[in-house]
């Protein structure tokens, strides 16, 4: 049974804005730092944005300004809304979750979902 499902990706001009969503289990989301990861043709894996359990986050210098994480305790659910979409926003995205102080190739990992910006 998958622990972390991500949803929302799709195909975007420039300049537009999508909203990926990662539902979780509850024992995952309720004890664990929630990130967002992407990974474009080629490239290495690379942080996007995380928000701990106290509702504070941190952005990637490429996305600031322009992305927005956030998370919903009532639905297990965090959210990455990305808005000002950039070609180099290609990539698939990947959801992920661990435990505080923890190495992120620890946690546990979504399967991913595209995200595809047109110029």
């Known amino acids: 049974q998958a622990q972390l499902v991500e949803s929302g990706g799709g195909l975007v001009q420039a300049g537009g804005s999508l909203r990926l969503s990662c539902e979780a289990s509850?024992?995952?989301?309720?004890?664990?730092?929630m990130g967002w990861f992407r990974q474009a043709q080629g490239k290495q894996r690379e942080l996007v944005a995380l928000?701990?359990?106290?509702?504070?986050?941190t952005y990637a210098d490429s996305v600031k300004g322009r992305f927005t994480i956030s998370r919903d305790n009532a639905k297990n659910t965090v959210y990455l809304q990305m808005n000002l979409l950039k070609p180099d926003d290609t990539a698939v995205y990947y959801c992920?979750?661990?435990?505080?102080?923890?190495?992120?190739?620890?946690?546990?990992w979504g399967q991913g979902t595209q995200v595809t910006v047109s110029s």
């Open positions: 992920a979750a661990t435990p505080t102080g923890s190495s992120w190739s620890r946690g546990s």
């Open positions: 509850r024992s995952i989301f309720s004890s664990n730092v």
């Open positions: 928000v701990t359990t106290a509702d504070r986050t």
